[in-house]
């Protein structure tokens, strides 16, 4: 075959997925493990979804509603924005995807930081798009480095806010001064997974900012079905953004992307308030717990505003990760961001999180950590 790949597509290095937990199981010899790496809703899925989908079952011959009418209009009535400025993706990654499409031309640069959610950069580089990539400052994003980066060819910037691996988050205040100093050229993407975990005085009133944009750069807000509401299996997102930004994703938008079960799901759990309420509490409490047992272990837990958290184990994290999987324990280590002694974990439940902490404790203890 003579077919030719871009240079700028046969760099990119393949998102790296996790084994099934099943094959661990098999590989480390070790039965009825837990799994705390990938910051998914230890209490499942909303039941309300879950019926929803049992309800469509029957339907599966028809294709989707390709618009979402319902599920935008959910949305609009839940956040106060205008139907035509939703959009719903295929998980928010699909959004993003949307964004480079329509924004972003062979050459043309694109700001986020590192290290940050890997999808920004990939979509980036299959465009042909220029990735411009600074550290975090603090383990935040560092704001002042990012506007001096801004060129004439800057058209996107991407903050994870909370930052994933990190878990910290942009002050109020620093992102409107922020935003303000951002040409109106660019479009500034935040993308929001786990804005339900966060302290209600951190969050950004992304209402107020898009619909007062006059004079100033564009703003587009991500989130997603995954994290609060526990359907990260059937992946389903949405953004909220400017009804002409809207436009343009629509136009490079494939009509039934996202499908029937998703839709129908969506609808239910924001209608749950119950299980999305369990869900926050849990979290908030295991989070407290967690932190407090591993600090008295002498190991440092940093600060978090999401379902998950990192922490200074004192040794290499990678070792402490292989260590852990023989314990039936699944975490992730850091190492590979640079943060060579800490591991991140996800908040559980109740049982878990006390598996988690004597998994850890032996551990820690096994490899001369504490």
Known sequence: MKAQVPVYIKSII??????????????????????????????GSSPMAIEAIRGALTDLHRYPDGSNYYLVQAIAEKTGFAADEVI?????????????????????????SHPSFLMYQKV??????VNTILPLKGMGHDLEAILASITKRTRLIFLDNPNNPTATAIRPENFHTFLSAVPESVIVVLDEAYVDFMDPEMRVDVLSLIHNSQGRCGLVALRTFSKAYGLAGIRVGYGLMEAEVADALHRVRQPFNVNKLAQVAAIAALEDTEFY??????????????QSEVEKMGCTSYPSQTNFFLIDVNGDAAALYEAMLYKGVIIRSMKPYGY??????????????????AALGDCLKELGYV
């Open 340 to 357: 060579t002694n800490v591991i991140r974990i996800t908040v559980g439940t109740k049982e878990e999180n006390q598996r988690f902490i």
């Open 124 to 129: 980036v580089q299959v465009r042909g798009g």
């Open 14 to 43: 393949p998102y790296p997925p996790g084994k099934p937990m099943d094959e661990l199981e098999r590989e480390y010899g070790v039965k009825n493990s837990i799994k705390l790496a990938s910051n998914e809703n230890a209490w």
């Open 88 to 112: 719903i993706g295929n998980g928010s990654d699909e959004i993003i995807e949307f964004l480079v499409k329509a924004y972003v031309e062979k050459g043309d640069e694109v700001i986020t």
């Open 277 to 290: 309420r369990k869900t926050l509490q849990g979290t908030s409490e295991g989070m407290a717990w967690l």
